[in-house]
């Protein structure tokens, strides 16, 4: 663990950097190390892209931890988060999880003070990241609220390196559900979408022993990138309490839970069209005081003073009368073809529905690939099942779209076959990566 001060004339903890994030157990715990000391005001942490400054700018003096953020170009950012963000973030995750979801999905938040939705957590995904800060953060917080003499995590903490699937997850799950019960707490953790797919829709033995194991959490957070509908449904008929995330680096993680705002954040869509949709604002205590430059500046975008405080988003949204939003795609994702406006997530989302494709194509992510005639051109990449001829990608995709109800225009001229879609992060699409490939075939 490396301690850097920040100079005299600047007053404050001073800032840990763990050492490279490498998945084995000595470095997860060395994060979640950094991440206590953080949370006991003794130190700031350090996650960003490049070194800490020698002096941190003017408004952000507070920032207790700070972590990468990247758009959909994939370019780096540094958001700098303050310790009060965190906790509210904590804190209204915990009371949420206390009141549990109705039937109907809604949520009715404890009181505030609620200590029963603080729990044990199994954490699955890399601390580099703010989803998985978070939640070591959140064991953390458990044991400050409960008065426990260590974070309510595993012991010892799981080796995440290697392939995950539903072997691995036993492996890890087993041990923490049984510390977890012998601490008399509720067992949470989280996951990505293509984690909770591999356990639902898994076929064989051991995939079915994940589920059983899957059931017995209290919670299994589900976000970063969106979810298909049949794996939710597919959980949520299997009787595992999955709940819908939505978030990011700029609100100190998950802010919406199962398409509704944590408590005290507010929800709203920026100069909607006839349809409700527009740019979706968000106003809450859990945001992040700025952005920090590599050259040690302080960077605003998208922030407004309030109070409340706000941001906004990159994403196009919709708030349904009830509250319950709709995240559509990011803004500028659009694809331009012909004069006409395209989301890919439209497209994305009719592969991913397709009758006719549900045994051929795993995944698949839309680009507009710069075209002379039309502006961009539509064309899609494709993860396949097995014994499929990649060379009819293209036939296999436009043909079926063509029975749906997405407009001609919509449907993708060509399609690649790859054999992994690019990701980034803690699995998103990295759009950027994508487009690249599709552009080199």
């Given at each position: ?109 404890g009181p505030a003070g609620d200590a029963r939705g603080h ?160 740019r979706l604002r968000i106003l809450s205590p859990t945001l ?154």
């Amino acid at each position: 663990m490396t301690r850097s001060d920040t100079g005299a004339e600047e007053a404050g903890p001073p800032w840990l950097v763990p050492p490279r994030y490498d998945a084995s157990a000595a470095s997860l715990a060395a994060h979640s190390a950094a991440i206590g000391e953080m949370l006991a005001g003794r130190a700031r942490l350090w996650l960003g892209p490049f070194a800490p400054p020698a002096r941190l700018p003017a408004g952000l003096e507070d920032a207790a931890l700070v972590v990468p953020t990247s758009g959909s170009t994939g370019n780096a950012k540094a958001v700098a988060l303050g310790l009060d963000a965190l906790l509210a973030s904590q804190d209204a995750t915990a009371r949420l999880l206390a009141a549990g979801p109705d039937l109907d999905g809604s949520v009715a938040p404890g009181p505030a003070g609620d200590a029963r939705g603080h729990g044990f957590w199994l954490p699955l995904l890399p601390p580099t990241h703010i989803a998985g800060v978070q939640v070591l953060a959140r064991a953390h917080r458990t044991a400050q609220v409960l008065g426990l003499s260590s974070a309510a995590l595993p012991d010892p903490l799981g080796d995440l390196r290697g392939h995950f699937d539903a072997a691995a997850f036993a492996r890890l799950a087993e041990p923490a559900l049984d510390q977890a019960a012998r601490a008399g707490l509720p067992a949470l953790t989280s996951l990505v979408p293509t984690q909770l797919t591999r356990i639902v829709t898994g076929s064989t033995g051991a995939d079915a022993r994940a589920r059983s194991l899957l059931r017995r959490f209290a919670a299994v957070l589900v976000g970063g990138a969106a979810t298909a509908p049949d794996v939710l449904a597919r959980a949520r008929a299997q009787r595992i309490a999955v709940r819908t995330t939505y978030g990011s680096s700029e609100t100190a993680g998950g802010c919406v839970y199962d398409r509704r705002p944590l408590p005290g954040v507010a929800l709203e869509i920026d100069r909607p069209d006839p349809d409700g949709a527009g740019r979706l604002r968000i106003l809450s205590p859990t945001l992040a005081l700025g952005y920090l430059t590599a050259d040690g500046d302080r960077d605003d975008s998208g922030f407004s003073p309030g109070p409340p405080r706000a941001v906004l988003t990159s994403d196009l949204a919709e708030l349904s009368a009830d509250g319950h939003l709709t995240v559509l795609g990011r803004a500028d994702d659009v694809i331009t073809t012909g004069g006409r406006k395209v989301l890919p997530q439209d497209v994305e989302r009719a592969i991913d529905r397709s009758l006719m494709l549900r045994d051929m194509v795993r995944a698949a992510v839309v680009v507009g690939v710069p075209d002379p005639e039309w502006g961009q051109r539509i064309e899609a990449l494709v993860t396949l099942e097995e014994g499929l001829d990649p060379a009819e990608a293209t036939s296999l995709v436009r043909s079926a779209l063509r029975t749906s109800e997405l407009p001609a225009h919509m449907i993708p001229k060509r399609v690649h076959a790859v054999p992994e879609l690019p990701l980034r992060g803690i699995g998103k699409i990295d759009r950027a990566a994508a487009l690249r490939l599709a552009v080199g075939r």
